[in-house]
């Protein structure tokens, strides 16, 4: 019979409305090829990548009576093309072209009525790019049946491999509303425990069925115990959203953080400030500065509250093996005018509730194989649903990645940027990749709530450049 939604999954669909579509979205940027690059080359290698993934040709569908979770079945008339699409920008088309395209597609739900992804091919691009974007669904991606299509469709090697694929899958036959009833009572007597009626009890927080995870390899682990009880401070991060987007992209060098990190953690303190210390010491000071821009109040105790995902160790120890995760709340010091010293603030608070569990930081995740980023995004995606909303201000989400170039079809990707969903009253969420030298923040934005997103993302620029030269602070 087909596979049943965990009740997680189930959560991601039931809460979904026309202002916070929960899919998650990327962007890849690509030098293109001598012998070029079009839209029926990707729809070939997606459409045999996928024979590997078959939740990729696959829909939900609901039981009658909602007497139970529902069920992933066959799209007897799939057809790739559907979900494989074409867009172009005005040649020569740049960064912010690009950057509207985005906000415009990534708003946009999926359909429910077929396979819960989208890809985009987009033509147009300033020095012979072109850019890929995807769409995956947060139900779709649990990294154990399924991972990101992004994840599919890169490889090493310039060189395309030789595949050979014998696709013969022929859709099975769609269950009748008998059959589906009849399986959701066996179903109900074999673990009674996943029949849920999500729906119908009108679930409005995702936290009454993350505490169900087992925290097995692929699954999510819930921090809710270990979080603080205290509510975020009030931001103007925080505030009623609509349909409409903002996406911003900023490029930023990967040694420069490096140089921080060495530059102002020597010493006694050089094992205890991360690379992803840094980051978030950046991301801090770009909000001062943006805050400060808009007229707000900053003051000593200034904080915005982040929920930050880290991976965790599996049972054995091993770090790279499975991939859970674990939430970590910090209240970046955004009063703290020292930029050192920020960094300084955010490393102690980062390590305490690191060495609590069996958490190991961002940085251990670029251990996991293939290009992992796009699933590990999406996994984060379903962490921050599973949060309370009143424990943190903004999703910081950083997912190391390869440092070696990655193409398709011999084009090389020079960039890429996640797209993290928006949840009610959180204006913004900010997805970070490092990539082959290079530190990519996509900051994904309710159009009403932060139209000067753009603002934000010059002082992540600026941010950077502070911690640059920034003195050596007296930290404790």
């Known amino acids: ?60 569908r609901t039981v009658p009576g909602r007497v139970a979770n529902p069920v992933w079945i066959d799209d007897e008339r799939f057809d790739v093309t559907y979900h494989v699409r074409r867009s172009a920008l005005p040649r020569p088309g740049g960064d912010e072209q690009l950057e509207e395209l985005i906000a415009r597609i990534q708003p946009r739900p999926l359909d429910r009525t077929r396979p819960l992804w989208e890809v985009y091919l987009v033509e147009g691009l300033a020095e ?3 850019a890929i974007i995807t769409k995956t669904h947060q139900a779709l991606v649990d990294g154990v049946n399924a991972v990101d299509i992004a994840h599919l469709i890169l490889e090493d090697s310039q060189t395309p491999s030789a595949e050979s694929v014998d696709d013969t899958w022929r859709p099975s036959r769609e269950p009748s509303h008998t059959e589906l009833v009849v399986s959701a009572l066996a179903d109900s007597v074999r673990t009674p425990s996943q029949i849920v009626d999500t729906v119908q009890s ?44 903002r996406f911003v992209m900023v490029g930023t060098d990967l040694d420069d953080y490096k140089k921080i990190r060495s530059r102002l953690t020597k010493g006694a303190f050089a094992d205890d400030v991360t690379i992803n210390d840094v980051i978030l010491a950046t991301i801090t000071g770009a909000f001062r500065t943006w805050l400060m821009t808009r007229g707000e109040s900053v003051h000593g105790g200034t904080t915005i509250r982040a929920m930050v995902p880290v991976s965790v160790h599996d049972e054995e120890g091993d770090p790279s093996n499975g991939r859970q995760l674990d939430a970590a709340f910090v209240d970046l010091p955004v009063g703290e005018p020292g930029a050192s010293m ?29 290009f ?55 204006g913004l969420s900010i997805g970070l990749t490092s990539y082959d030298g290079g530190v990519y923040y996509g900051l994904y934005a309710d159009r009403d709530a932060l139209p000067d997103t753009d603002v934000l993302g010059q002082s992540i620029v600026d941010g950077l450049q502070e911690l640059l030269e920034a003195p050596r602070s007296r930290a404790r």
């Open 1 to 60: 019979m087909s596979d049943r939604l965990s009740t997680l999954d189930n959560s991601f669909l039931a809460l979904e409305d026309p202002t916070t579509p929960m899919h998650v979205g990327s962007v890849m940027v690509f030098d293109a090829p001598t012998e070029g690059f079009d839209y029926d080359r990707l729809v070939g290698i997606i459409a045999r990548r996928i024979a590997y993934v078959p939740r990729y040709r696959q829909r939900v």
């Open 128 to 130: 012979d790019r072109f």
């Open 202 to 245: 009108g679930i409005t927080d995702v936290k009454a069925t993350a505490g169900r995870l087992l925290g097995t390899a692929g699954e999510v682990a819930s921090t809710l115990a270990r979080a603080s009880t205290s509510p975020a401070p009030t931001s103007p991060l925080n505030a009623r959203i609509g349909k409409a987007r």
């Open 342 to 370: 920020r960094l300084h603030q955010i490393a102690f608070a980062m390590r305490q509730q690191i060495e609590a569990g069996r958490a190991v930081g961002a940085d251990t995740l670029s251990g996991l194989g293939g």
């Open 372 to 426: 992992a980023p796009p699933t590990m995004h999406t996994l984060a995606a379903r962490l921050g649903g599973a949060m309370s909303r009143r424990l943190y201000n903004v999703a910081i989400t950083n997912v190391p990645g390869p440092q070696h170039p990655l193409y398709i079809a011999g084009a090389q990707m020079v960039s890429t940027y996640p797209v993290m969903p928006l949840s009610a009253s959180k």
